[in-house]
């Protein structure tokens, strides 16, 4: 009997006007690319959107979120999803709910960021922030790379142990948007194949200890972008 393959539940935010692009590259590496999981749904806190255009588009089920947005329903969405790894592409919400009594478990939840962690997360630092803040760092002379971090979730904003670090070179003549666009063109490379390791369960981790971090043998968590992937 063939192995079944991994369910993915993707939380994408999105806004009423588009978003949802990181959604999109992992459904499309799903069918024939890197990733060898299957989509089962998609989960935007906008009803209708970027996301849910991608989801109708793309023929992939889609779920709407509204206030509140507590733990009970995260538990339930997830439940109801039937998924073995839950990945947050461009969700901007604080997740509640973890438990490793079920299945929805900082084991079995996955984000990734737009920034080098720890240095440029929590609250407050996602999306254009995130491009704002590393600018305003590399002109002050304290850094000269952003990154694209893949971590897993635990119940603090941006702490859950990195499993991925691309580094990425601040341009001179960067501004936020530009630099923006380029850390997004590389997670859009990046993020299915990634992602396809911690679906299969290569990248792992007890859930509670950092140290437990398992990745495969000559995996280097961190890289260094070369160029722009464009």
């Known amino acids: 009997m063939p192995k079944l393959k991994p369910k993915i539940l993707v939380f994408a935010s999105g806004s009423a006007e588009g978003g949802g692009s990181g959604f999109e590259k992992l459904v499309e590496a799903s069918r024939g690319g890197p990733l060898d999981a299957e989509i089962v749904a998609v ?9 849910r255009e991608r989801a109708d588009r793309l023929g992939v089920p889609f779920t709407h979120f509204p206030l509140p947005r507590e733990a009970a329903d995260y538990q339930r969405i997830a439940d109801a999803s039937g998924a073995t790894l839950f990945t947050l592409s461009g969700w901007l919400k604080m997740v509640k709910g973890l438990n490793l009594a079920t299945g929805f478990s900082p084991k079995t939840v996955i984000n990734i960021h737009p920034g080098p962690l720890p240095e440029f997360g929590g609250p407050g630092l996602y999306g254009h922030h995130v491009h704002e803040a590393v600018m305003e760092a590399f002109k002050a002379g304290e850094v000269t790379h952003s990154a694209v971090t893949m971590h897993f979730v635990d119940e603090v904003y941006d702490r859950g142990p990195a499993f991925f670090r691309l ?18 063109r590389w997670e859009h490379r990046c993020q299915p194949e990634i992602t396809n390791l911690v679906a299969h369960d290569l990248i792992r981790w007890d859930g509670i200890n ?21």
């Open 210 to 230: 950092p140290a437990s971090l398992v990745v495969p043998d000559g995996y280097e968590i961190e890289r260094w972008a070369d160029g722009d992937p464009s």
């Open 167 to 184: 580094n990425i070179k601040v341009e001179a003549g960067d501004t936020p948007d530009f630099l923006g666009a380029r850390v997004n």
């Open 43 to 51: 989960v935007s806190s906008h009803a209708n959107g970027g996301v």
